[in-house]
């Protein structure tokens, strides 16, 4: 990527394009770009700011001298680009407050036209981009890349470098812990990765696999900040999910699916699964379990914070949420119960058609995206979901979360009371098991909190019986709701695969399901 980035720009400069817009927090990975093609075609590289006017660029000259009197004036500025005859590549940082001046939108449209057939071009270096309608056809835009996995790697061995004389801090990073550390180092910037590898270094005083969770924190604020996505510190792991046979087979096949391996090897990044099924199931756990799996962020889109009541807004805030969610990929995101977020989109006179345009927005990115961001959709009633959605190339797979049969519920159930540190070896399990039929798993863990209740209130540990009446007190949803559950296994008989095992080819599978319409 950066080997590209900068022959894109030296064809721009060679073609001698007159104003270049370059969109980056990275000023200074961008002046050091464009010395390169100043030095490459011999030419002077001058770099300008409001604090310090015109001065030679590069690092060694920061105690320079202001070439140009007055030149903080971003006419005074203009005016000498304007006037000087030597080849020069002029770079202007954080131009775009200016950009609002009409004398100053005039003196650019002069400059595009006069220093055309020069030998000079004027970057203009901003996070922010802001071109006036006056100077849309004067100026070239380049979006500027995040740093790659390649500069990542050049960072963290020159880091590395730098500390090996020093014997309070250890370095044992193995080759797999090594691509982790470089995969969570993508989506910042040089300055954020330095510093974040310097917070590590300090933080545990080593360099290895646990540095990964330092990294990973870095990227949290960089989510704060969004205000449209929240991150996801989560305790879940995969082993906290009864069941699922199938969906944990295919995710565990995926493990390594977004490393520089995996791409060497021809495999694309896998794009997403949608999980629809019955409430209580486990879908929402499995999607935070699978950013420990693959030791990604989790980022969970709120519908609720993207609709605005200004017209524009809602499609600019979707638009944003997605950009940030691939400016620190690789990265999960999480739409929970996505039928309820888009369910306007078909009543367009309640809201002037916005949840259909920012659904479409949605969709686009999902089938045009190239960044390494997993998205993980959440659903429990299919008739919501539009069929635009449900085509194949927006997932990968879409999964169906069926009520647990009884090896999975017993499963289940030793894992919520080992969390509690019960042992479950005094548990009549097969009569337990046998109470719990119908129950999803969210009622198994309610289920056992009310029976810690009892428990707690007799003062006495707790006990099968308090666990067995704790569930003939319950109602399941699969009775309350049955009709709308047999619709959706209906539906999913033949449009979705099992997350669970449907044949028991093995110990401990779950028997084929009988439907029953």
């Not at 989510?223 to 792991?237: A, D």
């Not at 969709?363 to 659903?379: G, N, R």
Request: glycine content about 6%; aromatic content about 8%.
């Amino acid at each position: 990527m950066s080997s590209e980035m900068l022959k894109n720009l030296d064809i721009f400069v060679r073609a001698r394009y007159p104003i270049i817009y370059i969109t980056t927090f990275e000023e200074g990975r961008a002046d050091d770009y464009l010395i390169k093609i100043g030095r490459s075609r011999n030419k002077k590289v001058i770099s300008w700011s409001q604090t310090r006017g015109l001065m030679p660029a590069g690092t060694g000259h920061q105690n320079a001298k202001s070439i140009a009197e007055g030149s903080g004036d971003p006419m005074c500025a203009l005016d000498y680009v304007m006037n000087s005859h030597e080849p020069a590549i002029f770079i202007f940082h954080d131009f775009h407050p200016f950009l609002n001046d009409s004398s100053v939108i005039r003196r650019l449209r002069e400059i595009s036209i006069a220093i055309k057939e020069s030998f000079k071009t004027l970057v203009l270096v901003s996070p922010v981009l802001k071109i006036p309608c006056e100077l849309e056809k004067d100026i070239n835009v380049v979006d500027f890349p995040m740093p790659s996995l390649s500069d990542m790697a050049a960072l963290l061995n020159k880091m590395i470098s730098d500390i090996s004389d020093n014997r309070d801090i250890k370095i044992s990073i193995a080759d797999d812990e090594r691509e982790l550390i470089l995969q969570a180092l993508l989506g910042l910037t040089i300055s954020e990765a330095e510093n974040v590898i310097a917070k590590a270094l300090v933080k545990n005083g080593a360099l290895n696999a646990a540095s990964i969770g330092v990294i990973l924190s870095e990227k949290e604020q960089i989510i704060r900040k969004s205000n449209l996505l929240e991150y996801y510190n989560t305790s879940e792991n995969i082993d906290d999910v009864g069941g699922l046979d199938s969906l944990k087979h295919w995710l565990n096949l995926r493990k390594q699916a977004f490393s520089e391996k995996a791409r060497n090897f021809g495999l694309p990044s896998p794009r997403g699964i949608l999980m629809l099924g019955v409430q209580g199931c486990g879908k929402s756990l499995c999607a935070k379990a699978v950013s420990a799996l693959w030791q990604i962020p989790l980022l969970r889109l709120d519908m609720g914070k993207i609709f605005s009541s200004l017209i524009g807004s809602s499609e600019e805030n979707i638009r944003r949420a997605v950009k940030v969610a691939e400016s620190i990929a690789p990265a999960i995101l999480w739409i929970d119960e996505i039928d309820k977020g888009f369910n306007g989109m078909n009543s367009g006179n309640s809201d002037a058609g916005t949840s259909s345009r920012v659904f479409g927005t949605f969709l686009t990115w999902m089938q045009e995206k190239k960044s390494p961001v997993f998205v993980i959709a959440t659903a429990n009633n299919i008739s919501l979901l539009p069929p635009e959605l449900l085509r194949k190339g927006r997932f990968d797979e879409i999964f169906f979360v069926d009520l647990p049969e009884a090896p999975e519920r017993a499963e289940i159930f030793k894992i919520h009371l080992k969390k509690r540190e019960i042992p479950c070896e005094s548990f009549d399990m097969k009569a337990i098991v046998e109470a719990s039929e119908g129950f999803s798993g969210a009622e198994i863990e309610q289920a056992i909190i009310a029976s810690l209740f009892e428990a707690f209130y007799k003062n006495e540990g707790l006990k099968c019986e308090f666990l067995l009446k704790a569930l003939e007190q319950t109602v399941p949803l699969s009775k309350t709701m049955k009709e709308e559950i047999d619709s959706l296994r209906s539906w999913a008989a033949s449009r979705a695969v099992m997350a669970s095992r449907p044949v028991d080819a093995v110990e401990g599978a779950r028997p084929k399901r009988r439907l029953e319409f």
